[in-house]
């Protein structure tokens, strides 16, 4: 609807109302002609479908041109059947400063077809800045088909070959990617999940709410070992969790499972929704809260989960 690529210098898109038709998307700053090296700031604007059936993606802004070039994403408001994405930044083998914050999406559902994300980041290098803050994620339950919450990674749709190395991923709350059965995407995993980061070292997930999803935090699930770095990720200070966490558990929902490669993943200073720890882990795993997959432990291709809060973190969360 609108088309910012070919930007002469700053452009900001602020206060205003997308009814974006079936298949379109409402600002896209990517594609042919290729993306400008200049700064885009799109805030305070709502994006819903056109009409109830309309599938539909919110803002997918292509970077160029080394990490001087910022990307302002806050306080949008997207809500339907998201597409592919409602935010995506593709960074086309670049560097680039970004910030998503304050954001609000909720997705009714995701099928035929679409990732249904809610916020990816894909094709960025090491060099710049990327922040995603404060954002709140719904991703519309059992059966709405949707992805994940956050997904930092190569996607098959674009193509790209790295996620978002050194990426902040803070705050944010991200509830209900719990459809275990995604049928609309070729992207693993096949499950909901809250975050999702792939070929991004150094990514820290940090503070976040992630709660009632299939998966809570998915690790290097398109290939074992590619955010190792260094430095290495990082999964700390986060409440993974469930509303019935010993429902959740019986029903096969997961807190972290790691695609085991050749390091150990840092996740501790965690709430898995027990004072006792995560479970799982084929007996590796101290507690009775959300599962921990392969296992707990500090060798390579297992999680470290110790030391584990006893109780939720109360600054977690946007």
């Known amino acids: 609807m609108i088309d910012a690529r070919q930007r002469g210098g700053l452009v900001q898109i602020i206060g205003l109302r997308f009814l974006v038709p079936n298949a379109a998307t409402g600002i896209q ?3 042919w002609p290729a993306p400008t090296p200049q700064p885009l700031t799109i805030k305070n604007c709502r994006f819903q479908g056109a009409t109830s059936t309309a599938v539909f993606s919110g ?3 292509g970077a160029a041109g080394g990490p001087t070039i910022t990307f302002r994403i806050e306080r949008n408001v997207i809500s339907g ?6 935010i995506a930044v593709v960074g086309n083998g670049t560097t680039a400063n970004v910030q998503i914050r304050w954001n609000q ?3 009714v559902d995701a099928s035929s077809p679409g990732l249904g994300v809610g916020i990816g980041l894909t094709g960025l290098v090491s ?3 990327v922040l995603v803050e404060r954002n709140r994620i719904n991703g519309g339950g059992a059966t709405a088909d949707a992805l994940a919450g956050i997904a930092l990674s190569p996607f098959f749709t674009i193509p790209t070959t790295t996620g978002a190395p050194g990426a902040i991923v803070r705050r944010n709350t991200i509830l209900n990617f719990s459809d275990q059965s995604v049928t609309s995407t070729p992207f693993p995993p096949l499950r909901g999940t809250g975050i999702a980061f792939d070929t991004s070292a150094g990514v820290q997930i940090l503070a976040n709410l992630i709660k ?3 998966d809570g935090v998915a690790a290097d699930p398109l290939t074992a070992g590619s955010s190792a770095g260094p430095p290495l990720p990082m999964v700390n200070d986060n409440n993974i969790t469930c509303t019935n966490v010993p429902g959740c558990v019986a029903a096969g929902f ?3 499972v790691l695609n085991p490669g050749a390091y150990n993943l840092n996740a501790e200073m965690n709430w898995w929704g027990s004072s006792t720890g995560p479970s799982g882990g084929a007996g590796t795993c101290p507690g009775s809260g959300l599962p921990v997959v392969p296992a707990c432990g500090t060798a390579a291709g297992q999680v470290d989960v110790t030391p584990f809060r006893t109780t939720p973190n109360p600054n977690a969360g946007a």
């Open 29 to 31: 700053a990517i594609g």
């Open 81 to 86: 059947r998201i597409g592919d994405t409602a």
């Open 105 to 107: 999406i909720t997705i």
């Open 254 to 256: 997961q807190g972290v």
């Open 59 to 61: 803002i997918v802004i």
């Open 212 to 214: 009632d999803n299939a």
């Open 127 to 129: 060099g710049g800045s």
